[in-house]
């Protein structure tokens, strides 16, 4: 089992938030500009830090775990990522309706 495995299994929830509700939320903006009125970039962008020069999995690993504990326990970002989840038609795209 390759160690980039074991690490994604052990942090799948990490993983998981990131994915469904960060990555997810920007697409959407991303797409839907016109109709979602967010500022949720400029929120996340603060927390973030570039990862590509680190040299093991582990400090890349770390450094997110940190991101996303920030970014959960920012009220702003985690009611602009309900705000986006709550409209119709993301519920209908993320088959929710």
């Known amino acids: 089992m390759s160690e980039n495995y074991v690490?994604?299994?052990?942090?799948k929830e990490i993983i998981k938030f990131f994915e469904k509700k960060i990555i997810e939320s920007l697409v959407?903006?991303?797409y839907f500009k016109e109709e979602l009125k967010t500022n949720l970039l400029e929120l996340i962008e603060s927390y973030l830090e570039d990862i590509?020069?680190?040299?093991?999995?582990?400090e890349k690993l770390k450094i997110i775990k940190e991101a996303v504990e920030k970014i959960k326990a920012d009220d702003k970002i985690m009611k602009e990522i309900e705000k986006i989840k709550s409209y119709k038609?993301?519920?209908?795209?993320?088959g929710k309706l």
């Open 52 to 58: 590509e020069n680190l040299d093991s999995d582990e």
């Open 89 to 94: 038609w993301v519920k209908i795209i993320e």
């Open 7 to 11: 690490l994604k299994r052990e942090n």
């Open 28 to 30: 959407y903006k991303l």
